[in-house]
């Protein structure tokens, strides 16, 4: 049976927030679910979020969704993405340690897409990558979307103020595959009115099993 599981970990500046998601049967994968931006009201319960962990854990993933430093009972400060990139790889080691032997799957929700990118580039570890409302028009867009190899999903809003989906598509069609991208017909960077085509890409992708599928 599908359950939920309230607790803290440790994280490289403190205490970090975390929920993690069981699902039904035993896990096929672990994953870590990365929150927007701190400083604009980002956390874990976003609905963003939320809907990840939803259809990951639907697709038999066991799935943790945390709070980076200084998010509700986070400990820790802003730290401006260095920090926040080693309060993911908490994360993973996290469930890496309750999961072993289990391949991880890192992603996140625009400044949280571009921190897990950005340690996926540097983490062998990390078998595939998802990045929802990527904020291209955005200081964090820089991330080296070029250096990451796994499997690699992009779901974008059409309309997302911080990067259109075909501008998106335009930035992530080059890049060697493995790598999808999906833009969202009408919606804008929350996705609203429109997560459960958010929530159904991320499931389809995940379904697959995109990290039985060897980085080139």
């Not at 994953?31 to 976003?46: N, R």
């Not at 309750?98 to 078998?127: C, D, I, M, N, T």
């Amino acid at each position: 049976m599908a359950s939920n599981e309230t607790f803290d970990f440790r994280g490289p500046a403190g205490r970090l927030e975390a929920i993690l998601m069981h699902p039904e049967a035993t896990p096929a994968a672990a994953a870590v679910v990365c929150h927007a931006h701190p400083l604009h009201g980002g956390m874990m319960h976003f609905k963003v979020v939320f809907r990840a962990a939803k259809a990951l854990q639907s697709a038999g993933l066991a799935v943790l969704r945390f709070n980076f430093r200084g998010v509700g009972r986070s400990e820790g400060v802003h730290d401006h993405g260095a920090g926040e990139e080693g309060d993911a790889r908490a994360a993973l080691l996290e469930m890496r340690d309750r999961f072993p032997g289990l391949p991880l799957v890192l992603g996140g929700f625009s400044f949280g897409s571009a921190v897990a990118l950005r340690v996926a580039a540097r983490e062998a570890r990390v078998r595939a990558v998802f990045a929802l409302g990527f904020p291209l028009a955005r200081e964090e867009g820089e991330a080296p979307l070029e250096a990451v190899r796994q499997p690699r999903l992009f779901v974008q809003g059409e309309n997302d103020e911080y990067g259109p989906g075909e501008a998106l598509r335009e930035r992530v069609e080059p890049l060697p595959p493995p790598r999808e991208i999906v833009v969202v017909p009408g919606a804008d960077h929350f996705f609203e009115g429109r997560l459960d085509a958010l929530q159904g890409a991320i499931a389809d992708w995940a379904e697959g099993r995109p990290w039985d599928v060897a980085a080139p």
